[in-house]
T-cell receptor
Framework: AQSVTQPDIHITVSEGASLELRCNYS??????LFWYVQSPGQGLQLLLK??????LVQGIKGFEAEFKRSQSSFNLRKPSVHWSDAAEYFC????????????FGTGTRLQVFP | GAVVSQHPSWVICKSGTSVKIECRSL??????MFWYRQFPKQSLMLMAT?????????EQGVEKDKFLINHASLTLSTLTVTSAHPEDSSFYIC??????????????FGPGTRLTVL
């Protein structure tokens, strides 16, 4: 069965520090991978997605993620975190390009200290 | 990006009553809408998928008579929790997607509705 694991429940970083949020997936075929951010009172917003091609994908707000098939990972990174990045981050795997069914990880809460 | 709203943002009800949650796509026509449930410190779980004018498709383990979904228009879907009980207390999130065109079509998510059943 498809599954997504986000090993880190809560991460705290200082503003300006680099960030890496981990995501591992279990999927039998070529995965369609997504990262979403959820801020309080707002809906999930898509940060970036991977379908095929270049394994390093760029997203909005300065985020990037790298697909590593050998490690079944799709880690999210940002070189310098801003206080406004504090939020909940979800990794997800989709059944297809049209995201008919998204399987989400349990999320990682990011806290940013000034 | 496209905007999806939910109403109400939170609701408290007595056990045994029914609660209706609305999901609206404000600036696009949503041919498909999805309903998710999120427990504290857990991931979003897809409950059902609905296409405009059709009956919803429920995920395994989701009671369709308990969670009634109506998608009567291209901008509105409703989720009715019937005869709610405390175990139905949760955060309900909807998302909407426009007509597929062969290329990627993003799901846009609403802000969620917090349901508390006393």
């Amino acid at each position: 069965a498809q599954s997504v694991t986000q090993p880190d429940i809560h991460i705290t970083v200082s503003e300006g520090a680099s960030l890496e949020l981990r995501c591992n997936y279990s999927y039998g075929a070529t995965p369609y991978l997504f990262w979403y951010v959820q801020s309080p009172g707002q809906g999930l917003q898509l940060l970036l997605k991977y379908f095929s091609g270049d394994t390093l994908v760029q997203g909005i707000k300065g985020f990037e993620a790298e697909f590593k098939r050998s490690q079944s990972s799709f880690n999210l990174r940002k070189p310098s975190v801003h206080w406004s990045d504090a939020a909940e981050y979800f990794c997800a795997v989709g059944d297809g390009r049209n995201t008919d069914k998204l399987i989400f990880g349990t999320g990682t809460r990011l806290q940013v200290f000034p | 990006g496209a905007v999806v709203s939910q109403h109400p943002s939170w609701v408290i009800c007595k056990s045994g009553t029914s609660v209706k949650i609305e999901c609206r796509s404000l600036d696009f026509q949503a041919t498909t809408m999805f309903w998710y449930r999120q427990f504290p410190k857990q991931s979003l779980m897809l409950m059902a998928t609905s296409n405009e004018g059709s009956k919803a498709t429920y995920e395994q383990g989701v009671e369709k008579d308990k969670f009634l979904i109506n998608h009567a228009s291209l901008t509105l879907s409703t989720l009715t929790v019937t005869s709610a009980h405390p175990e139905d207390s949760s955060f309900y999130i909807c998302s909407a997607r426009g007509m597929t065109s062969g290329s990627y079509n993003e799901q846009f998510f609403g802000p969620g509705t917090r349901l508390t059943v006393l």
